[in-house]
């Protein structure tokens, strides 16, 4: 900050010599030292950023569940009575034991 206001009364203090130091120079002079010390008292007032945790992924073994297959008991089924329709067709009549 000292350097900045040491730099903007040296380069004020040649302002008074130069013979071709008109109003429109003064005025970009005084807003590239305006737009400085903006800057400046801006980055002064932000917060400083905070550092991120960042954590690696952790490898979990997945878990193996067997489960042991269950016991479907057959069906068996047989023809009990078959019988021959008039149109040549034929009728059966299935009995089964086991899984319904």
């Known amino acids: ?45 932000q917060p400083q950023p905070r550092p991120q ?13 067997y489960q042991y297959p269950r016991v479907v008991p057959e069906r068996q089924c047989y023809v009990f009575r078959e019988t021959r329709n008039y149109d040549g067709t034929y009728t059966r009549e299935l009995r089964c034991h086991g899984l319904q």
């Not at 945790?53 to 569940?65: C, E, N, R």
Request: net charge neutral; glycine share 6%.
């Open 1 to 45: 900050m000292i350097k900045i206001i040491a730099a903007t009364v040296v380069a004020l203090s040649f302002t008074t010599s130069a013979q071709a130091w008109g109003d429109r120079e003064q005025g970009a002079l005084a807003g590239i030292v305006g737009t400085l010390l903006w800057q400046r008292l801006d980055n002064q007032n």
């Open 53 to 65: 945790v960042i954590t690696q992924p952790v490898y979990v073994p997945p878990t193996v569940i």
